[in-house]
């Protein structure tokens, strides 16, 4: 791994506008790249664990635990707004601006913090999901509300079997969720707030350069959601890399993360 930066620290907490604490952590050297998660994981419990090492090889990079998992705090009501000011306070904190890597909702929520002039370079994005304003997406964070009441693993097994639609044999393989998982389950509601409302055509005037990645084992809609976010934005491109379902390897990414944001 290259050496890292003499003189930084290596995890910490920054502390948002709100006052919300968010817990970070940095690996590596070179250009930095901010890493935001998905839905309902921490840096702790992420579905992409070694995905920092490997760009570490090239960038530097900095995760953070979004509000409301791991060991960030969270605050009494959610709104998006707060979770773009999470993220700029990291990036103010790198001293940016710098290239954000999204993962599924965590690349749409990179979306939505570029359309608020966060200070972002260039965006790397693998399968953000898009949804349009209907009444049925509205009604997800109501039915997950009450999902949560039964307890947060009914909202979790809610959520990836009808929200997300993980393939059966995908989650019978699935290990059972951990305490920290459990734990972390509540804020699934906060990507059914923001979600809904966000059709490629919302994101069409981003001005940075944007990677759009989806895996060819993935299903119909997470390539579809990327072309149209690639036809609709200034200066964006899609590619598909060779992967499993949501999912691409870490060398693979990592390659083409360099080719696209290196030095």
């Known amino acids: 791994m290259s050496p890292e930066q003499p003189g930084l620290e290596t995890n910490g907490t920054v502390v948002s506008l709100d006052g919300t604490p ?3 952590s940095r690996i590596g050297s070179g250009p930095d790249l901010v890493m935001v998660h998905c839905v309902g994981v921490s840096r702790a419990t992420t579905p992409q664990p070694t995905l920092a090492n490997t760009l570490a090889e090239h960038f530097t990079v900095w995760s953070y635990d979004r509000r409301g998992k791991g060991t960030s705090g969270n605050a009494d009501t959610y709104a998006v707004e707060r979770e773009v000011e999470d993220l700029g306070a990291i990036i103010d904190m790198v001293g940016g601006p710098v290239t954000v890597y999204g993962f599924s909702s965590g690349a749409t929520l990179s979306l939505i913090a570029g359309e ?24 997800f964070h109501t039915e997950g509300e009450r999902r949560l009441r039964q307890g947060p693993e009914e909202l979790l097994r809610w959520f990836q079997s009808e929200v997300v639609g993980i393939p059966k044999e995908i989650l019978a393989d699935m290990p059972p969720p951990s305490e920290q998982s459990l734990r972390d389950a509540p804020s699934i509601l906060h990507e059914l707030t923001f979600l809904p409302g966000t059709p490629a055509e919302r994101f069409s005037a981003i001005p940075q350069p944007t990677l759009l990645i989806a895996s060819d084992a993935s299903a119909g809609d997470m390539g579809a959601w990327g072309r149209q976010l690639a036809s609709a934005m200034i200066d964006a491109r899609f590619m598909v890399l060779p992967g499993q379902w949501h999912e691409v390897d870490d060398e693979t990414l990592t390659t083409v993360i360099r080719d696209f944001a290196g030095d």
């Open 116 to 139: 608020a002039g966060a200070a972002i370079d260039r965006l790397v994005l693998v399968e953000p999901p898009l949804s349009t304003d209907s009444g049925a997406d509205r009604e």
């Open 22 to 24: 968010i817990a970070w």
